[in-house]
């Protein structure tokens, strides 16, 4: 099992900044990708951005030169730094990680979310 710990949301004014936290525990043995998800009331859950163990990014359009994902593999952490926020970024953030066991079993899991309030 593996057991993830997000951190660092709030409530913040349009412009400010944030910086999400998420460290995975457990049996671990590869993190494959690591990444971050929003939901906002009445929509569905959307990816923000995800990285790989390499470090190869993905962001959606919406943040893009915004915000910046990164992770360290030695800590088993994966960070969202977000700039310039906008009130549209208002949601719960969840972290994924997707898992890969010593024989080859890939699972997800999916942290509690922390919410993040951005007021015009």
């Known amino acids: 099992q593996v057991q993830l710990a997000e951190s660092g949301g709030g409530v913040v004014q349009a412009g400010e900044s944030l910086r999400l936290s998420c460290t995975a525990s457990g049996s671990l043995f590869r993190l494959v990708t690591m990444g971050w998800y929003r939901q906002a009331p009445g929509k569905q859950r959307d990816l923000v951005a995800v990285?790989?163990?390499?470090?190869?990014?993905n962001y959606v359009d919406s943040v893009k030169g915004r915000f910046t994902i990164s992770r360290d593999n030695a800590e088993n952490t994966v960070y969202l730094q977000m700039n310039s926020l906008k009130p549209e970024d208002t949601a719960v953030y969840y972290c994924?990680?997707?898992?890969?066991?010593?024989?080859?079993?890939?699972?997800?899991?999916w942290g509690r979310g922390t919410q993040v309030t951005v007021s015009s």
């Open positions: 994924k990680v997707v898992h890969l066991t010593n024989w080859g079993r890939r699972s997800d899991y």
């Open positions: 990285i790989t163990r390499d470090g190869n990014t």
